[in-house]
């Protein structure tokens, strides 16, 4: 059953990889054929039922069994590969990066040219500097990570902090369109787009700020490049769809929402690490690396997100809290809560619609482990980020890398 | 005077090119459809069948009977679609065609099929996608100004998520097949047209979301910049992009963009100019208080009247009377200077043709600005007879379109046409003694009865540019291709 869960898992976790991706390194599990075999994705309708026939036959219990046990397998391997960089101090990954991401908002703004104000207006006011910026972060890390290892120069290059750029604008850009979706009013503690211009004019700064972004990706001049982030654009659609349905199994209903996960978060960090490793090395198993690694920060940073909507104040998220619930969708904590509290099973299923379901769900994923098994979870994608990570040469920009997922784990906003 | 018409009637136009019998609009595409090689059906069917849009299919019928915008836009796309949606990739085929294969790129010529590389059919749904995306992206309603009216906020909420993703969904399709032309130009081409897009639509948005009954003080360039970005910016860059897939020069590149942008102009033009030249004054269409003749219309007027004008059309609880209205416009010169600025900007789409080589698919489009220019053609003698009340006037009086520039060229005076510069009504005239009325004048029988016309046609090197028409009465059926069939059975007897 491990065997066949791995197959599942690898198949996964490849299947979603870029589709004119290099042949990525051999998983480690080595019974499973390598998604190099598969000459191209099928469609999505293909992929979900392949989904369902390979993980329905696996309880949820055995899920969560083999999750622990491809964790013990994963992080003795890690550990062996940080134990050569011991002697190396943690530092802050944001202190490293810093320097390259002076400007960042100035240089996004100079990208939305715009002869109406108020459209630039709209499209500048996410860019004002209080965003995390997290995804730039890790792509120009990335890309002296990656420098590095191939030819021991530590400058970012123009063109891989154009992707940082594009990766930010693009990340922009759907948070305008997803507030539109959700009829959402706040983020970052502000009011949203939609809520001050409209609907109408919020779509279309969404729009204008992917046309920039695609624009500024046309002028890197390479094709690849162009190829690996419209992938990006594909997925976070692909993402928004899938998180209109809900499964009434309860393990197609987690794979549909990892998957859900991994497109609608991780695919723009995971495809932005791949396109600044392709500048900066030749070399596909770095891409693969730098792939996986953005791939696993990703699904973690969105599994801690799903906790913090659960424990996190208002205040602090600078949106609602419970605001998943909210919109009818099961996330990580309310998945392994229902294994404790069956009952929350009708509840998923009619989307958290009926008054009072939001409260009593929030109830019983408090009173559940749900949150410390999806901070779990989260663990385990992060460690194998480091084990990914850790593949590349030493450097303060590889350890800013790892010292990363710890911090992914720790936020608390 | 009539004999140097007659000198200038006799030469041929463009080669290949010379206008047929108007055609309606449907006829043009099902011929131009011939030419790319099979019925176009831009919305690839990877789109179509996938999961996405078939549960958005799905979950748009649960807008059945909401007041959402997006069920107009499905409705559209399934039963409007040869009309609306389809036109602007048969162009980038259409075009694709006429230029063929460049001199660098002849050893891929095997890649093409009916004389259009595969790359540039992807593009032509590249080009219908964006372009349908922002149909329904233009659909999504402001929920903060909703009135009771519009039934529940639910339905409308639910409307707007199903619009926002729809929308998305039909762009980022257009951004993978984008990406799969390995063509960096091309991206940047076509990703700057989407910015175009968004600008020229937020404009309008903006606009019609104030007040509807004011409109903006804006002259007619700043119209004219605001209509390139939101209807004809796509259009020419994906006709350039063309181009740039096949590597053809700059200059066939500029050419193409050209042809794109001025076809487009007169296309919207036209489709403004509507609801003041329709023959059917029964039913008054509505229209909108920046179309380009109510622009005009300002401009001449000055901003202070025309808002008078509005006001007094308005009248108590602020109904518009569009009747009232566009009285008021067609009295002024608005739709005339409309209907020329439309015949200006089709036979700048033409003069950019003349850069490619003689062909069927330059002739197709060719032929789709005729569809347009003809029937601003038309709409000027019409509007021009209405104006001169023609009607009462007697059978030796006749109406000159044209002017004439005084240059004596090749023996033959040249005259200018409706739309070029200078030229302008030649007023009443006298019809000469000598030049009877000949025997075909009545020989149509809608034309009997007193209510006829003739009209001479005075071709320059091409021949719609340049009109001279001779009007002795108006029919209410008065067709340029009437007007044409006459023409060509009258020139030997004159």
Partial sequence: ?????????????????????????????????????????????????????????????????????????STSQMCSCSKTVSDEKYQDPFQLGRKDLKNLYEDIKKELLVSTAELREMCEYYFDGKGKAFRPMIVVLMARACNIHHSNSREVQASQRSVAIIAEMIHTASLVHDDVIDDANSRRGKMTVNQIWGERKAVLAGDFILSAA????????????????????????????????SKENENERFAHYLEKTFKKTASLIANSCKAVSILGCPDPKVHEIAYQYG???????????????????????????????????????????????????????????????????????????GVQQTTYLAQRYCHEATREISKLRPSPEREALIQLTEMVLMRDK | MWGALLRLGGRRGLAGAAPPPASPWSQVVSEAEKIVGYPTSFMSLRCLLSDELSNIAIQVRKLVGTKHPLLDT???????????????????????????????????????????????????EITELIHTA?????????????????????????????????GDFLLANACTSLAQLQNTKVVELISSAIGDLVQGIYYENSKSSEENCLTDDIGISTWKEQVFLSHSALL??????????????????????????????????????????????????????????????????????????????????NIMDYKKLQEAIKAGKGVTSAIDLCRRHGNRALAALESFPPSEARAALANIVYAVTRSALEAAIINEARSRDLGKWTGNQCLLIGHRRGRRQGGGRRFSCPGRPGWRWGGRRQVPPGASVPPVYHHEGELSGGRSFICLRAAGRVSPRCFYVFVCKITPCLTLGLLEKLAEKMCPAW
């Fill in chain 1, 214 to 245: 695609s624009l500024a990706l046309a002028r890197i001049g390479n094709t690849t490049i162009i190829s690996v982030l419209t992938q990006v654009i594909e997925d976070l659609v692909r993402g928004e769809f899938l998180q209109l349905g």
């Fill in chain 1, 1 to 73: 059953m491990a065997l066949r869960w791995g197959g599942w898992w690898w198949r996964w976790r490849c299947g979603a990889s870029a589709r004119r991706a290099p042949p990525p390194l051999p998983p480690p599990h080595g019974s499973v054929p390598g998604p190099g075999s598969r000459s191209s994705p099928p469609a999505l309708g293909g992929a979900m039922c392949h989904f369902a026939q390979r993980s329905s036959a696996l309880s949820f219990q055995k899920i969560c069994n083999i999750f622990w046990r491809f964790h013990h397998t």
């Fill in chain 2, 134 to 166: 922002f149909l329904v992206h233009r659909g999504i309603v402001n929920i903060g100004e909703l009135k009771s009216c519009d039934g529940p906020l639910k339905d409308m909420q639910f409307g707007n998520k199903m619009a926002v993703l729809s």
């Fill in chain 1, 295 to 369: 791939k696993n920060v990703g699904i973690a940073f969105q599994l801690i997100d799903d906790v913090l909507d659960f424990t996190s104040c208002a205040d602090r998220l600078g949106k609602p809290a419970a605001a998943d619930l909210k919109l009818g969708l099961a996330t990580g904590p309310v998945l392994f809560a229902c294994r404790q509290f069956p009952e929350m099973n009708a509840m998923i299923m009619r989307r958290f619609s009926k008054p009072g379901d939001v409260e009593r769900a929030r109830k019983y994923v408090l009173q559940s482990d």
């Fill in chain 2, 74 to 124: 499905a409705r559209g796309f399934v039963y409007d679609s040869r009309n609306n949606l389809q036109m602007r990739g048969l162009v980038v085929l259409l075009i694709s065609k006429a230029a063929g294969p460049s001199t660098a790129e002849l050893s891929f010529q095997h890649n093409m099929v009916s004389g259009i590389y595969s790359s540039q059919r992807s593009l032509a």
């Fill in chain 2, 236 to 317: 020419a860059k994906s006709c350039q992009a063309a181009m740039e897939l096949a590597k053809h020069s700059a200059e066939i590149q500029d050419m193409a963009f050209q042809y794109g942008k001025h076809m487009s102009m007169s296309h919207k033009l036209h489709s403004d100019l509507q609801p003041f030249v329709k023959e059917s004054s029964s039913d008054i269409m509505a229209f909108s208080l920046n179309c380009a003749p109510a622009v005009f219309h300002q401009e001449f007027l000055g901003r202070d009247a025309w808002i008078k004008q509005i006001r007094e059309a308005q009248g108590k609880g």
